[in-house]
């Protein structure tokens, strides 16, 4: 695992001595995009390659729009007051662009550096400089996640081959538990076919093949951003792995990484073998049809015909395998009821999004498509907040149902973001006064509101969509519609696809926002819906010290459709430090 590792490989000082790059990192696999299945060899030992004694942390060096990076050198000497040319070595650590102030856009890095005259002029700078934006690096001590000496009594099963699930297992397949994964939907390759060809051309829906189930889960298909508010070291071997894994090197150092929709499919199919690689073992078309549950311990669960006797079963489900969250119910597994959100998803042309944060910048060659994140404060009442969520510059909007007779929206952006529209979900959370504490009712409440958009649009899987000024006005939109959405939209009223308190809360938000961005509720807003997938309405209690189920021995629950995570990072997180209490309970398995 990567401790702390040094950007060096990545962004190097020109003409310094002795950095030795390894040819391994200096040819990673194969770029990712749209899935590709070319021939990849997983990384002998997936590792950083190089950490390179780094002394110095120089914090917030701003560069205008123009400027090189470069000129990082001379600006780091400048701040620490030596000579350029006594910077030995030097790394970015961080980026990220501060459009605060649109008459001067500027990309803020943090750097970390050596000095030519080693530890003791780094310590000598320190002292006279004293200044909080110049500080010794700090490092990342961990002790070392080493096996256990208990014998498993089966071999570990994962059901679920999502960010939760698929990292779980690449950390167990490490340390020689070899585990089993059950992935109800299929592999990228036939996921894709049935997608694009099936789905999008044909409106063939297949409810174990689609965007949220199969290799990678609704991770794969979602928009691959990695940015997380959670705190948490394994954030950066997470997204080490990706890079290990032909990912960009890039999100080591951006403040909002991002892969793109059109990468990360890839990238899960090399983690898959990685995983296969150390022992580990992924079945697609393996749908957990029962749980045998015998005085509060799992026993045997059921795959098809097949009845399995698992060792540890972590339950990595996604926020949308209702049928399973129900089965689990009736098996006797605690399932509690939590808040969670509900909304639309509003798209505007990507021109517009650019002008609203970039202002007479917009355009400049070295800017990023646009991105926002708002919140209309008090919008909901006593709900509290409207906010924005999963914001999608240059991205579409996706039907992300995981059963027929269902429309649900969600927001994805390929690698480039280069698409003509941006969306975003608008969304508010719906305490459990709202519906009451049945994790059932949370379950129904939510699919109430994606028949009736399914419903409203014919079943054509059309998306429900109103202009933005026709919703706020209670008139139904006329004319051509154009969106992102990949099945086409139809004009409909989105009232009737949201409770009457959600309804006002949006409107409410959208004329505040309009009112700071002109536009947001403008001519070419569009409002689509449901959002209803932006969490799970549901938590499968489990001990905060052992991360089991509280109610059923050997049953780990992890990741998003546990409760305990939303988004990528998260569920990745979730089931490493799962996987980690294991691993340090068992030994390796012959």
């Known amino acids: 695992m990567c401790h702390r590792p040094s950007l060096l490989q990545l962004y190097t000082a020109p003409g310094r001595a002795g950095v030795q790059k390894t040819d391994r990192f200096c040819k990673p696999p194969p770029a990712c995009g749209e899935y590709s299945n070319e021939k990849w060899s997983p990384p002998e030992n997936p590792t950083c390659p190089y950490n390179a004694p780094m002394a110095l942390l120089v914090r917030n060096l701003p560069l205008s729009l123009d400027e090189p990076e470069d000129d990082l050198r001379l600006k780091a000497a400048r701040r620490l007051r030596v000579n350029p040319d006594d910077i030995r070595e030097y790394g970015i650590v961080r980026r990220a662009l501060d459009a605060r102030f649109k008459d001067r856009i500027v990309n803020v890095y943090n750097l970390e550096l050596s000095l030519t005259g080693g530890v003791k002029e780094e310590?000598?700078?320190?002292?006279?400089?004293?200044?909080s934006d110049v500080v010794e690096m700090p490092r990342r001590v961990e002790s070392p996640l080493e096996n256990g000496t208990e014998s498993l009594p089966h071999r570990p099963v994962i059901v679920g081959f999502g960010p939760a699930g698929m990292f779980a297992a690449l950390w167990m397949a490490r340390h020689g538990l070899r585990p089993l994964v059950l992935e109800r939907g299929q592999g990228v390759k036939v996921r894709h076919r049935d997608i694009l060809q099936k789905f999008y051309r044909q409106h063939e829906f297949n409810a174990e093949s689609n965007l949220l189930y199969g290799e990678g889960g609704a991770g794969a298909y979602s928009d691959g951003k990695l940015y997380t508010r959670v705190n948490d070291p394994r954030m950066r071997d997470i997204l080490q792995v990706f890079v290990d894994h032909g990912g960009k090197p890039d999100i080591l150092i951006d403040s909002r990484p991002h892969l793109g929709s059109d990468c990360i499919p890839t990238l899960c199919h090399r983690i898959r073998k990685t995983i296969e690689s150390l022992g580990g073992e992924v079945r697609f078309g393996a749908r957990l049809d029962h749980i045998g549950?015998?005085?509060?311990?799992?026993?045997?669960?059921?795959?098809?015909?097949?009845?399995l006797t698992p060792g540890p079963l972590l339950l990595g489900i996604g926020h949308s395998a209702h049928d399973t969250v129900r089965a689990l119910i009736a098996a006797g597994v605690t399932v509690v009821a939590k808040p969670f959100q509900l909304g639309v998803r509003v798209e505007h042309p990507q021109t517009l999004v650019d002008r609203w944060q970039f202002g007479q910048?917009?355009?400049?060659?070295?800017l990023p498509p646009a991105e926002y994140h708002v919140v209309a404060k008090g919008a909901a009442a006593?709900?509290?907040?409207?906010?924005?969520?999963?914001?999608?510059?240059?991205?579409?909007?996706?039907?992300?149902?995981?059963?027929?007779?269902?429309?649900?929206?969600?927001g994805a952006s390929g690698v480039s973001r280069s698409k003509p529209f941006a969306n975003s979900g608008l969304v508010l959370n719906v305490p459990l006064e709202a519906i009451g504490n049945d994790p059932l009712v949370g379950l129904d409440f939510v699919n109430r509101w994606e028949r009736a958009a399914f419903k409203l649009t014919g079943g054509t899987y059309e998306v429900p969509a109103q202009r933005a000024l026709d919703f706020l006005a209670d008139r139904r939109s006329d004319g051509r519609l154009e969106t992102s959405y990949p099945l086409g939209g139809k004009w409909s009223s989105i009232a009737a696809i949201l409770p009457p308190f959600a309804t006002d809360a949006i409107k409410r938000a959208l004329v505040d926002l309009d009112a700071r961005m002109k536009g947001f509720a403008g001519e070419e807003a569009l409002v689509t819906g449901p959002e209803t997938r932006a969490s799970a309405p549901i938590r499968i209690l489990r001990d905060p010290a052992t991360r089991q189920s509280v109610s059923t021995i050997g049953l780990y629950p992890v990741g998003e459709g546990a409760g305990y995570a939303g988004g990528i990072m998260s569920a990745a997180a979730d089931g490493i430090a799962t996987a980690e209490i294991l691993i340090r309970r068992y030994a390796p398995m012959r």
């Open 361 to 366: 910048a917009c355009g400049h060659r070295r």
């Open 382 to 410: 006593e709900l509290g907040d409207v906010y924005s969520f999963c914001m999608c510059p240059g991205g579409v909007i996706l039907p992300s149902n995981e059963s027929p007779g269902l429309i649900v929206t969600n």
């Open 293 to 307: 549950i015998d005085n509060g311990e799992v026993r045997t669960i059921r795959v098809g015909s097949e009845v």
């Open 123 to 131: 310590r000598r700078v320190l002292r006279r400089l004293n200044r």
